[in-house]
Every structure is written in structure tokens, then in C-alpha cells.
């Protein structure tokens, strides 16, 4: 007789629990980003507050104050900074390279005498690229109106929302601090909810710090330096550094090709007006120089840590931009290695029927 009314009280409880679940996510959605930024920023700098916790005799609040100081500082401030600086750049760059396009005819620069052998070389052994029924001047002209359009369309948003930024900006703080201050209290409230073993809990809690510091220093950071490297280079040619500097530092996350889509074009325009000494700099430049720091940096900063491929990286990111917009870049990986960790831990679970399947 006890069975239904104990049975409505159970579904009665979780209908409750599962109600009040949703309105909650329905209150913080607003705050979604920010809680899982500040939860990727509190992961990387944890190591730093715990250092400055023990220095100053587990004054807790005061070294996460500090910690915060730190990432708004070294992190946040000159991304904002860095943010303005490029759209100005992009823009000026863009326009220029428009007007280059209207100004000079591509089929007289291709007909220069001293590109006649690296024409004819392409020609031998690529015949299927046939320069002459391409319409480069038009495609390049239209590309170049493409993305300036894109340039402006985020300059335009940025400053129609700057008192929404603003206001981002301070509650990322907020939830900063109280995530490095009390993140292992959290943690350990999280890890006792799971409903699964503390072996499996702590691998999916392992996994997300590594993938946070995967995306951040292994291909963040890589970028970084890349496109220092590379925006050092086209200042020494005589190109606008900080522009395209910024675009190879986001193709070095392509695999294979990487900064090549940049450096190579740049190499070739330097040629095409007459300037093939720096060409053939900036192109050794880019291969010795920013494509050498991947192979010496990624070992290093990666050394110990379980690390995705960068084939799932990539595609992890592209569709991570392409749903969530900017944030996709954390969003992308992290939900792919998420993925990733749950069916490994199925096919252990699971592995006997799997393995009998026959």
C-alpha cells in the first residue's frame, strides 16, 4: 500500500528538482559565457592562487584578489586594447589593398620578364591552373570588399555595445574571483553530485583543465608567438605588421598549411612589384622562423599533458566559431574532448558487451 504514495513522492520530487533546474538555467543562461570563461581562467591561473595562498598564509580572498588583478592585467586588458587596435588596422589595410587591385593591372605584373621562368615552371607542372581564364584581379577585389565588410560589422557592433562590454567585462571579474576563491569547494560539490565513480569524475575533470590549457597554451599561445614573429617579419618588408599579423596567428591553427596562406602571398606580391630580394626574405622568414616555432614551442609548453590532435583541434574550433561565435574557439574543444573522455569511459562500462557482441 506504501508503494504509490512513495512512488508519487519520488516523481513528484523530480519533476520539482528537474522544474527548479530549469528556471535556474533559464535565470544564469544570460551569464552562460562568462561562468564558462571565468571557469577556464580560474583553471589556468589556479596554480598561481594557490602559490600566493600559501605565500600569504591562506589569506584566501586576498590572493584571489590578487589573481584577478593579474589575469585583467596581463590577459583581458591588452585583448580588449589589442581588439580596437586591429579593426583600425584592418580596415586601413584592406582599403590599400583595394586600391593597389583598382590601381595595377595583374596580367601586366604577371607579364614582367624576370617571372617568366616561375611562370613557366607552373605552367610545366601545373597545367590544370590556367592564369589566363581566372579572373584573380576581380576575385581578389571582391574578397577584399568581403572582408572589410566583415571588419566593419564587427567594429560597428563593438562600439554600439560598449556599455554592454562594460558591464560583461566587470561581472567576468565578479565571477572570477569567487571561482579562483572558492573553485575547490565547488569542485568537490560538483564531484559529489556525479553519479559516477570518483575515478571517472576525476578523468573528466582532468580532461577539461587539460584541453583548457591545450587550447590556451598549446595553440592560443603558439599563435601568439607566431604571429609576433610574423608581424616582425612584414615590418621588416615594409608590410602592415599588425593586421597580418594577427591573420597568421589564427591560420597557425590550420593543419598543415598554417601560416603559409599569409606569408606565401606576401612573398609572391613583393615579387610581383619588384621587390624579390625581400620576398625571398620574408618567405625564408616564414619557414625557418614562424613555422619553426610550432615544432619547438608545442613539445615544450604540452610536455606531460594528454593533448588532442590537432586535426580535432581544428575542426573542433571552426565548428565551435561557427555556433557559438568567438568563444567557439574554447567552446569547440572543450565539447569535442568532453565527447571524447564519456565514450572512453562507455567502452570500460560497457567493454564485456561490446567484446560479446557476436
Request: glycine share 8%; aromatic share 12%; hydrophobic share 55%.
Amino acid at each position: 500500500m506504501d508503494a504509490n504514495p512513495r512512488r508519487f513522492s519520488t516523481l513528484f520530487f523530480l519533476a520539482t528538482l528537474a522544474v527548479s533546474l530549469f528556471l535556474a538555467y533559464i535565470v544564469l543562461r544570460p551569464f552562460v559565457h562568462l561562468i564558462v570563461l571565468g571557469t577556464v581562467l580560474a583553471t589556468l591561473f589556479h596554480p598561481i592562487f594557490s602559490l600566493l595562498r600559501r605565500k600569504w598564509r591562506n589569506r584566501g580572498s586576498l590572493a584571489a584578489l590578487a589573481t584577478v588583478a593579474m589575469v585583467v592585467l596581463l590577459l583581458i586588458v591588452p585583448l580588449l586594447l589589442l581588439t580596437g587596435a586591429l579593426l583600425n588596422q584592418g580596415m586601413q589595410t584592406l582599403s590599400a589593398v583595394q586600391n593597389w587591385l583598382q590601381e595595377n593591372d595583374l596580367e601586366t605584373l604577371l607579364s614582367q620578364e624576370h617571372l617568366a621562368p616561375y611562370l613557366a615552371w607552373l605552367k610545366t607542372h601545373a597545367p590544370f591552373l590556367d592564369l589566363s581564364k581566372i579572373d584573380l584581379q576581380g576575385d581578389l577585389i571582391e574578397l577584399s570588399k568581403q572582408s572589410g565588410q566583415i571588419i566593419l560589422d564587427a567594429g560597428t557592433t563593438l562600439l554600439g555595445n560598449a556599455l554592454g562590454l562594460t558591464l560583461n567585462f566587470f561581472i567576468l571579474v565578479f565571477i572570477l574571483f569567487f571561482l579562483i576563491r572558492d573553485g575547490e569547494s565547488m569542485l568537490a560539490r560538483i564531484k559529489y553530485l556525479m553519479p559516477l565513480r570518483e575515478e571517472q569524475e576525476d578523468r573528466l575533470i582532468k580532461q577539461f583543465g587539460d584541453v583548457s590549457r591545450s587550447v590556451v597554451m598549446g595553440s592560443f599561445l603558439i599563435a601568439v608567438c607566431q604571429g609576433l614573429a610574423g608581424s616582425l617579419g612584414l615590418y621588416i618588408v615594409g608590410i602592415p605588421p599588425l593586421f597580418w599579423g594577427f591573420m597568421m596567428g589564427f591560420t597557425s591553427l590550420i593543419p598543415i598549411v598554417g601560416t603559409a596562406i599569409i606569408w606565401i602571398p606576401a612573398a609572391i606580391y613583393l615579387g610581383l612589384t619588384n621587390q624579390w630580394e625581400w620576398g625571398l626574405f620574408l618567405a625564408a622568414w616564414g619557414a625557418i622562423i614562424v613555422s619553426g616555432i610550432d615544432s619547438v614551442l608545442r613539445p615544450l609548453l604540452l610536455k606531460g599533458r594528454s593533448n588532442m590532435s590537432m586535426f580535432y583541434v581544428f575542426l573542433s574550433i571552426l565548428g565551435g566559431i561557427k555556433y557559438f561565435g568567438a568563444l567557439g574557439i574554447l567552446y569547440g574543444p572543450l565539447i569535442v574532448s568532453l565527447a571524447m573522455v564519456m565514450l572512453s569511459i562507455y567502452s570500460e562500462a560497457y567493454r564485456q558487451c561490446l567484446d560479446n557482441r557476436d
